[in-house]
Each structure stands twice: as structure tokens, then as C-alpha cells.
């Protein structure tokens, strides 16, 4: 099962509207309400949501609640990986990092960066299908990175734009308000868009040497954890070999990985992700990377990614990246 890191329960609490309960909440995560505060100490991705929709519900500023609790994070709380982060020379090294090492506070964030003619964006992705609590998490999450963003680099950090996949819970002016910036729903993506010059800005603590302490330490964490998403890798893996025959059955890849049907469902659960899931992210990667390496038309570059029709494939594409195969491709050149 999927896994975040505790330190954001706490968090969450500490922003809530004094006089809300929570102590009810925190007992039934098993986590005390005092501390001390872990953050290699985690709780179901599930749970956690389950938690968080349940805390805005009751709160009264329920609508900026996951804005407040991201803004709130400093990149001391996050240990080893907030330490990294810091001292990394710049935000592109910060956000790299993020997305070799993210996994060490949970299994159920992946963070990636991706450059396009507009700047560069860096990426959210969730295990753990659209339940309420997880688009709460994910606003929080991207008023966390823009809090620690800003809290690190040496220049007026500012987003051209903030994307979420979800529709807005109230007014966008109140996001808007907040980030200081454009802020698009429903758009295919969660993420902050970068420019250029603020992602090569450096960091006001970067030492190359001090980052490299921390990435031999992360390196570490990250192996002890690895066995938690080898399956996940492998299933896509398999998947992506195929595709270009349509997409396969769960049947045929789990035959490949020597397991039964109801096995390999039942592990992928465990791990928070379904096989649809795990092959909408194979077709995803394949897609972008022939569309941004070669000149395949869309046609092929459909067919390749295991489609029938080009129709179904950008419309499936503009849900994975908000934009259409064509742009995307533009976008990349």
C-alpha cells in the first residue's frame, strides 16, 4: 500500500482553525497528538486522505486549509531530503533531487521535471485514484514546493503558473490570491511551471559538496525502500514492451512476471496503483518520449502506444498532459 510520510499529519493539525478537533483524527492514525514528529514514521497514502477530506470538512477555512498547510513547510521539517534540497546549487538541482529521492518520504508522490518551450515544469503525480482527500493533498503539496522554492533560492522566487488536474473548490481569485500567479484547473497536470532564469537562480545556502553528503545518505534511504515499487517498474516495463501490439491483458503481463492474475492485481493494491493506472503511465512515457525524440507522425506515434484509433489517443493524451499530441510536440522543439 502506498505511503506518506506522518510529518504531513502534523502539519495538517498545526494549521487547522483552533478550536477544530483533531485529536479524534490523529488516534485514529495511531499517531501520538504531541510528537515527537518522525518524518520517516508513515501512514497509508488511503488513510491520510481520508484524514485530511475529514479535517476540511470541518474546518470552517476549509477552502484555503491545504494552501495554509503547504505554505507552512520549511525544508528543515523534511530531514535528510529537505537538507538536500537546500544546499543543492540551484532550484533545478532541488527539483531534480526531488525526483530521484522524493520516494524517502513515501511511496505515493513522484515528482518530475520536464522542460518545454515555456519553461520548465515540475510535476506531481499521486497513487491512489481521485478521492477527495487526494486533491486536497495535492494543492497542499504544490503550496509546499512553491513555500520551499522560495524559501531556498536567492532571487524573488515567483511561478509563471500553477496547474491542478481537479476543479477548483471555490473561487480561483482565492488561488490566485495566494500564489501570486495564473492558476489553471482541470488541465491535465499538477504542477508549477518555472521559468528559465528562476529555475537556474542559485540557492542561497547551494554547496555542491554538502549536497553530495546528503545524496550518498538519501541513496541509502531510497535502496531500503526499493523493493516497495519494484513491481510497479516491472509491470510497466513489461507493458511498454508491447504496446506497439495494443495493450496488453493483465493475464499475458502477468505470465511475463511468472505470478497469477489475482496475484499481481493484489501487489499493484498493495503498492497503490491499479494495472490501468500502471499502463496509463507506460502509454504516457512512451508517447512523450517519441514525440519529443523522433519524427514518427501522430499516427504512428498513436499506434506505437498501443491505440486503434488517433482520435483516442489525444483525447487520452490531453488528459495525461494537458495539451494536445501536436502541442505537446511543438511545446518540446
Known sequence: MAQITSLYVYKVVGQATPGVETRDLMGGLGLPVDGPIDPTRMVSSSEFYDFFATLVDRDPDGLLLPLKIGSAMRSDE??????????????????????????????????????????????LEKAGGNSSGMLLSNEASMAAVNAISKEVSSSSF??????????????????????????????????LLVSKEAIETPNKLGDESIARFFDQYLEQQLNSRAAHSVLQQQVRRAVANVL????????????????????????????????????????????QRLLRETDYSLAEVAFLTGFAEQSTFTRAFKRWAGQTPRSYRLSTR
Not at 105 to 111: K, Q, R, V
Not at 257 to 274: A, C, I, K
Open 158 to 191: 515567483m511561478p509563471l503558473a500553477i496547474f491542478f488536474k481537479h476543479a477548483p473548490r471555490g473561487d480561483v481569485g482565492v488561488y490566485e490570491s495566494h500564489f501570486g500567479c495564473p492558476v489553471y484547473f482541470e488541465s491535465g497536470r499538477d504542477a
Open 244 to 287: 506497439s501490439e495494443g495493450v496488453p491483458k493483465l493475464s499475458r503481463i502477468a505470465s511475463e512476471l511468472n505470478l497469477g492474475p489475482r496475484t499481481l492485481q493484489r501487489r499493484l493494491s498493495e503498492e497503490g496503483h491499479s494495472f490501468q493506472n500502471v499502463v496509463d503511465m507506460a502509454q504516457k512515457d512512451l508517447a
Open 78 to 123: 523534511y530531514g535528510a531530503f529537505g537538507l538536500a534540497w537546500k544546499s543543492a546549487p540551484t532550484l533545478w538541482d532541488s527539483y531534480t533531487r526531488a525526483g530521484r529521492y522524493g520516494h524517502v518520504l513515501g511511496s505515493a508522490e513522484t515528482y518530475s521535471l520536464e522542460e518545454t518551450a515555456k519553461g520548465f515544469f515540475f510535476n
